[in-house]
């Protein structure tokens, strides 16, 4: 179930001329406002290709996975509402700038999520993690609910969902109906996720349209098995076992 040939584009800043800027793979785009894809910078895609090459080995791995793992928790925070907020400086003279004021909780799709779960913690002092496992029930093949432990105030809360692989989608759709069931309201969840498949990204997005999603790439396809294409692999194993 692959979709169209991959986009390549040259990667640099835009005031080098495009013949000094290599040719790479870049992201799908997709049509849904919901869904933002990070820029397709020339850092990013070098963390990219570090973490997709089958032969980088798991320390590495780790290492660059947490890197766009930092750049996702940087920009889903963009898409909080902030108010605005004037200081002084030492000088005496003020300055209008805004500052954050809700309350946000972090949820994890266990395992994979939980390797994003430091990412959050480094931009979010303290912040509340919640946990959320779901597997593939073997006898139906479909995703079933078997855990979750959440903040009790949680629908009083902003929410980061974490999973870096969206595939089918099946996973995310689930944990999303948890956090409603539990008074979430949609719109104050975000859901950050590294590689997601062209059919689980845009599903999703048209499932839980005021569900903010923001993630480093959008792949190909899907392969026989549902990896992602060309995707990386197993991210839990490559994070946590290989
Ligand atoms: N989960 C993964 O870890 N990798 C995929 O390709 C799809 C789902």
Redesign the pocket.
Known sequence: SSTPDAPTRNVGPEYRPETEKPTATVSSELSHQNVHILPQTPQLIALLTKIRDGNTQRADFIFYSNRIIRLLVEEGLNHLPVVEHTITTPVGRTYSGVKFEGKICGVSIMR?GEAMEQGLRDCCRSVRIGKILIQRDEETSKPKLFYDKLPEDISDRWVLLLD?????GGSALMAVEVLKSRGVPEDHILFLNL?A?PQGAANFAEQFPKVRVVTAFVDQG??DK????P????????FYTM
């Open positions: 994979a870096p692989m969206l595939a089918t590689i498949s899907l392969d549902n990896y992602i294409i995707g990386l692999g197993d991210f839990g194993d490559r």
